[in-house]
């Protein structure tokens, strides 16, 4: 298996055909309906037309020069109702017309089975606050990998957990609910139902890899000589990254978030913690549910203590030196991406990483000398160490620092709906002109220099194992 070369997008944000060909609602087909939701009343009912638009997308990511394509599958496009009940095979057609476009243009499709888009009628019996989900999630990444797994080598069962259940049940920008810890454990325990359905019906013939994708900022303390902004630094880190990592890679939560979450509970009245505890056998079925670490960062915050308003007693500001971006959360910070990746390396026993998102934003009219985004993919690449030992280059790629990393995923192919900020943060390689009913896909420079960076890099890693 060689370095893996990637781009990704998600299927709220650019698929469209929001109720075509027997699709079920999904929580953002309502959330984007109801009003002053998302920003100027944007919607992914067309998004970017990919549903469609097969063959434009595949001609995009040639020009990238990629070999991986990183997207996901609408659930509620292939189970209407979230469950097994009723299999929306015109659905399951699309996503094979997809990967079949890919693999006849040497693209290995690298597949998310949930980002986001929880069917309705899933949400409406309690979504990921109902442990039935566990099930109906097991069940739903059962018939997929039945019906695509002997196509495709590379899966990721959930995408960022942390913010499905905190921004999006507690901070409430995503999608409005309640009780992000309970959320956060029926995450992990449907992650590891996932893996282990592939582990033991389809790893033997399909040798694929299954695993989640957790994301998380580097958290630096504010003042570094002070212990309390370092104690705060680390806090944060247990409670972003951690929540879901230290079950998966180290089993159980890790004691930082435990002591913190049952003395604030507590100290609020509660008679016990607000995070759920596993079961000895749901530890032991929860640890070691992976095959690779997948990531997903931009960005870095300055921690330091706070006694109330949050969970983790960890407040957040940013240097104003750090040059900014199309999002008000993300600030380019390239020696992060360094220090997050030795974290892991440090905290879960060196796993073998892939990178699944990376990417910058901007905002404003359309400029398609998007020099930020070379600079910022320069800059963060640079970061693996691929730059600096290319000649050295064998696989699996290492770090200065040991860290193993097995592929990098920039964030994102084409502009597209950037969920609540709707059409107006743009992170695409490729512009996307909504004013033309036709959709078409515009390079930006970035293309340019992304593919440059896998040109030359493919290059090194041959001259590396000639040596």
């Not at 008679?271 to 032991?284: G, H, Y």
């Not at 997903?296 to 750090?322: C, K, M, S």
Request: proline share 4%; aromatic share 14%.
């Amino acid at each position: 298996m060689d370095f893996i070369w990637s781009c990704a997008t998600a299927a709220y944000q650019i698929e469209g055909g929001w109720r075509e060909d027997g699709k079920g609602l999904s929580i953002w087909d309502k959330f984007a309906h109801t009003a002053l939701k998302i920003a100027n009343y944007d919607n992914g009912d067309i998004a970017c037309d990919s549903y469609h638009k097969i063959d434009e997308d595949v001609a995009i990511l040639k020009q990238l020069k990629v070999t991986h394509y990183r997207f996901s599958i609408s659930w509620s496009r292939i189970l209407p109702d979230g469950t097994i009940n009723h299999i929306n095979d015109a659905g399951l057609n699309y996503y094979h017309r997809l990967v079949d476009a890919l693999l006849a243009a040497n693209i290995q499709p690298h597949i998310t089975l949930y980002h986001w888009d929880l069917p309705q009628a899933l949400q409406n019996v309690g979504g990921w606050e109902n442990d039935t989900i566990v099930d109906r999630f097991k069940d739903y990444a059962d018939l997929i990998f039945s019906r695509l797994g002997h196509k495709v080598k590379l899966w990721v069962t959930i995408n960022e957990p942390y913010n499905v259940a905190m921004v999006g049940h507690e901070i409430n920008d995503f999608r409005p609910g309640t009780l992000p810890y309970i959320v956060g454990h029926n995450l992990i325990k449907a992650h590891a139902e996932a893996w282990h359905i592939y582990n033991d019906k389809y790893r033997a013939e399909q040798k694929g890899m299954v695993s989640i994708t957790i994301n998380s900022d580097w958290s630096e303390p504010r003042n570094p000589h002070k212990q309390e902004d370092i104690d705060a630094s680390r806090r944060l880190l247990q409670f972003y990254i951690g929540w879901f990592a230290n079950p998966i890679y180290n089993g159980d939560y890790n004691e930082v978030m435990k002591t913190v979450v049952r003395e604030r509970s507590i100290a609020a009245g509660l008679p016990k913690s607000r995070l759920p505890e596993f079961t000895p056998e749901e530890i032991k079925r929860i640890k070691g549910t992976y095959d690779y670490f997948g990531f997903n960062h931009y960005t870095t915050v300055l921690a330091f203590p706070v006694e109330y308003g949050n969970l983790q007693g960890a407040g957040t500001i940013v240097d104003r030196t750090w040059l900014d971006s199309g999002s008000g959360w993300l600030k380019v910070t390239p020696f992060g991406f360094r220090r997050i990746l030795n974290f892991i390396k440090e905290e879960y026993g060196n796993p073998p990483i892939i990178i699944t998102e990376n990417g910058v934003s901007e905002r404003g009219p359309k400029d398609l000398n998007d020099e930020h985004r070379s600079y910022f993919y320069e800059k963060y690449i640079n970061q693996l160490g691929t730059f600096f030992f290319q000649v050295l280059f064998v696989f699996p790629a290492y770090l200065l620092d040991g860290v193993d990393i097995r592929g990098f995923t920039a964030w994102s192919l084409m502009d597209n709906l950037e969920w609540a900020t709707g059409f107006s943060e743009k992170f695409g390689l490729f512009y996307v002109n909504h004013s033309d009913p036709d959709l078409p896909r515009v390079a930006k420079a970035s293309v340019s220099a992304y593919s440059t960076i896998i040109k030359t890099h493919l290059i090194d890693a041959l001259v590396g194992q000639h040596l």
